[in-house]
């Protein structure tokens, strides 16, 4: 199994992290595994992890990171990643990553990680322009990518909506937090020379290309 072919995508929220993971994994024909889907997935087919994860859910609390840890192991050896994969969301803690190495040393395999950089102005404008559907999973942008039609979701015909923390002064809280958390994550890769830094201050297409330029070399 190539190297190249496993990827953990980073970016702090309004990156268009999740986005570019699910175009990259359609273009390169791997899983796109949103570690958020999962465990909703896990909870609702009632799997062991499953259960435990709910308790937590439904009581407002943070599923602990081990339960998060088995989780992604479960997931990841399912048939479909036997030829790589895109991580997104997972790992979010070095605890994570230090469990997702381990993992990966006992397959002899590695991985390449996609840091979506971005300054915080284009954060606050881009998640202050987004537009969330009330029937499903889509985001829309009324900049970038406005729907079809003005309030309505183009895929299931649901209402659209703005998050109540997408105002500026919350996206710059968020925007630090995630910083806070993530530098050790990007130090442990830099470390393992895995680290791919992307400029991620553009548009949806040309960030792709970018992308796609860096992992093809």
């Known amino acids: 199994m190539d190297r190249d072919k496993r990827y953990i995508f980073l970016g702090p929220p309004g990156s268009g992290k999740g986005t570019q993971a ?15 889907a999962t465990i909703r997935k896990a909870i609702k087919d009632k799997t062991a992890t499953g259960i435990t ?16 840890i088995k989780m992604a192991e479960e997931r990841l ?3 479909d990643t036997d030829s790589g994969y895109i991580l997104d969301g997972f790992p979010r803690s070095l605890q994570q990553a230090e469990a997702l190495e381990s993992y990966l040393r006992s397959k002899n395999s590695g991985i390449n990680v996609i840091n979506l950089q ?28 406005p729907p079809k039609v003005e309030g309505i979701c183009d895929k299931c015909g649901s209402e659209l909506y703005v998050r109540t923390d997408d105002n500026p002064d919350t996206i710059k809280s968020r925007f630090g937090t995630y910083e806070n958390e993530t530098a050790p994550l990007i130090d442990f890769y830099s470390e393992r020379n895995s680290l791919l830094n992307i400029n991620a201050d553009g548009g949806v297409e040309e ?11």
């Open 118 to 145: 971005v300054p915080v102005e284009t954060i606050v404008d881009r998640l202050s322009s987004r537009l969330m559907c009330t029937g499903c999973p889509a985001v829309f942008n009324t900049k970038t990518m």
């Open 53 to 68: 994860a709910k308790t937590f859910v439904e009581s407002g609390k943070l599923v602990p990171g081990d339960i998060v």
């Open 77 to 79: 050896k399912q048939d």
């Open 207 to 217: 960030i792709t290309d970018s992308i796609m330029n860096v992992i093809s070399e």
């Open 22 to 36: 699910k175009i990259i994994a359609e273009k390169l024909g791997l899983p796109h595994i949103d570690m958020g």
